[in-house]
């Protein structure tokens, strides 16, 4: 045989072989045994001779009881009916006795149960009714501080306007050095500001259409409106091409004096061509005055330049 083919595997085959066989006797001779048929099994009884009894003596024989060879007494009609008559009084007084308690006690037990009800209802109520309160309460304290609210913010709206136009009232008049404060007796108004009063200079023609300048018509640069402040150097540039006229530049200047900002032909200028106003704004920013830590940041100025023929 193929699977045979060695010396452990016969080996192995001949000893399974014998275990196999000596196991199978073993359980032939010595196997488990069973009954056939197998015994009954049941429930023990105790031992009597009546189908009633008690007590606790166990009796080994039979006891001795009442004979039973009499025939019993039967009651006559009379005492039957007698007997039932007693028995329904007897019925009909508990029936009477215990349905009035009955009764009582039902309606007790609805009359309870009506009040329970009712504080129950009562109190929810009252309980939605506090809710309800509540939250009107609640809600009229939200509106009064809403409008509390907005009543405040109006109120601080208008103080920060009336503080800002106080603010830029002052600043316009340390810019301008007060030219806007008179003590004349005539009235009117005039000039390009948002601010009532009549611009311009004491000494100034009141028929020029420039509110900046000195009075005169030579030629060069001049009308700086920076009052308290002296000028240590300024400029000129040539125009390019050969035409005249009058351009105002506003500029800004700082505490050190320095030019910031310069805008050409603005009110007044007369010749607003761009070969007048590119050297106009080159020689404002040549100016500059004198350093002063008390000045505002920024002080606006005017600077004119009149451009003649031939320059």
């Keep these: 045989m193929a699977f045979l083919d060695t010396e452990h595997k016969k080996k192995s085959l001949t000893l399974t072989t014998l275990l196999l066989s000596a196991l199978l ?4 001779y010595i196997g488990l045994t069973y009954m056939d048929p197998p015994e009954e099994n049941g429930i023990s009884v ?16 039979k006891i001795q009881s009442e004979p039973l060879d009499s025939p019993p007494v039967e009651p006559t009609k009379q ?21 009035p308690a009955e009764k009582l006690l039902t309606q007790e037990n609805e009359e309870a149960v009506k009040i329970k009800q009712a504080k ?28 509390a609210k907005i009543a405040q913010q109006k109120k601080d709206a208008e103080n ?11 600043a316009l008049d340390e810019l301008m050095g007060g030219l806007n404060k008179s003590d004349g007796t005539a009235t009117g108004s005039e000039g390009d500001d948002n601010i009532a009063g009549d ?23 001049g009308g700086y409106g920076l009052n308290g402040r002296s000028l240590v150097n300024k ?28 805008e050409p032909g603005v009110r007044g200028t007369t010749n607003n061509s761009t070969c007048l106003l590119e050297p106009a704004k080159k020689t404002a920013f040549m100016h500059k005055w004198n350093l ?20």
């Design 25 to 28: 006797l073993i359980l032939f």
């Design 199 to 221: 611009k311009g200079r004491p000494d100034g023609d009141p028929y020029a259409t420039s509110y900046y300048g000195s009075p005169g018509s030579g030629s060069g640069t």
């Design 120 to 147: 129950e209802a009562k109190k929810k109520a009252e309980s939605e009714a506090a809710e309800v309160k509540r939250k009107a309460e609640v809600a009229e304290n939200k509106k009064k501080a809403e409008a």
């Design 46 to 61: 105790n031992f009597g001779t009546m189908e009633f009894g008690s007590g606790k003596i166990q009796p080994k024989e």
């Design 79 to 99: 005492e039957v009916s007698e007997v039932v008559e007693e028995l329904e009084e007897v019925e009909e007084a508990a029936v009477e006795k215990e349905a």
């Design 160 to 170: 920060k306007a009336r503080q800002e136009q106080e603010a830029k009232k002052k």
């Design 235 to 262: 400029g000129k540039v040539q125009q390019e091409c050969n035409e005249s006229g009058v351009v105002v530049v506003r500029i800004v200047v700082d505490r050190n004096g320095k030019v910031i900002s310069a």
């Design 292 to 311: 002063d830590s008390k000045a505002p940041s920024q002080q606006v100025g005017f600077v004119v330049v009149n451009f003649k023929l031939g320059e």
